[in-house]
Each structure stands twice: as C-alpha cells, then as structure tokens.
C-alpha cells in the first residue's frame, strides 16, 4: 500500500451479514489504519435497511461470511457499519481507521428503496433481494 494517499470505498450493499461487502470493508478498513491511510467511504441506501432480524453470529462460526457478532439483517447502511467497526474498536487489535464518510442526501431507515442495478447476478430483482436472508442458508 506504498504510496497510497487515500482510498475510496463505494460498494452496494444489501445489508446482510453474509454479503460479505462489509468483510471486505473491515479488511480495508484495518489496511488504511495500519498504513496510516485516510479512507472514505460513500454511503448508499441499504434496501433491508428498515429492520433487524435474524441470530447473531457466534464466536465460532466467524469466517470471511461473518466477521461481527451481529444479526443476519443489521439494518444499517454500509457507512454506518463502518462508523460501528470504529467506534466499537472492532477492528483487530482495537485499533481505528482515519474515516470519512459521504452521508447519504434525502433517504432514511424509513424509506422504501429499490435498487436501480442489480448489485449481484444472484440478485437480480427486488425480491431476491427481500428474500436473500433467509434464502441463501439453503
């Protein structure tokens, strides 16, 4: 990561502790701290952002598809997961990432959204991705 100034995170997230979006995000995120990197990341709606549900992640099941002790549907949009990853110091060895964030203009938790572009070929519709927290255990 020599000689890299800033780096810039704006993946779609589907707000699903098994997208692993917000795995890759935690990786990031310790890079940039260890390197002494800012890092900035563009928030975007989550469209299962309106609830939380499902069983949290035990200690033993951690894996790239679940690095957090949270619920399958965290209802949070990616930048507020990192915002958490930060100010709950769970990043590895506590330390915390230089974050920016770009806030979202005109949407909240209460709001419907639907994706204008399929974020997956597995998710093409709005009702993959509705049903994907439940669905994808099988």
């Known amino acids: 990561m020599d000689g890299i100034d800033i780096v810039l995170f704006d ?3 589907v707000g699903v502790r098994f997208y692993t979006y ?8 310790e890079a940039c701290a260890e390197y002494n990197i800012s890092l ?7 469209p299962n952002a309106h609830y ?3 069983p949290v992640l035990k200690n033993e099941f951690k894996s790239f598809v679940g ?3 949270i619920p399958v ?8 997961y990192a915002l958490m990853l930060n100010g709950e110091m769970w990043l ?3 330390v915390t990432c230089s974050l920016q964030v770009v806030k979202l203009l005109n949407w909240d938790h209460s709001k419907d959204y639907h994706l204008p572009v399929a974020p997956s070929p597995n998710l093409p519709n709005v009702a993959s991705i509705r049903l994907y927290p439940s669905l994808c255990f099988f």
């Open 22 to 29: 917000i795995s890759t995000l935690q990786y990031i995120m």
């Open 92 to 94: 590895s060895n506590g």
């Open 67 to 69: 690095l957090q002790n």
């Open 52 to 54: 939380v549900d499902g």
């Open 40 to 46: 900035i990341v563009l928030d975007r709606p989550n």
């Open 11 to 13: 993946l779609q997230d």
């Open 73 to 80: 549907v965290y209802g949070m949009t990616i930048a507020e």
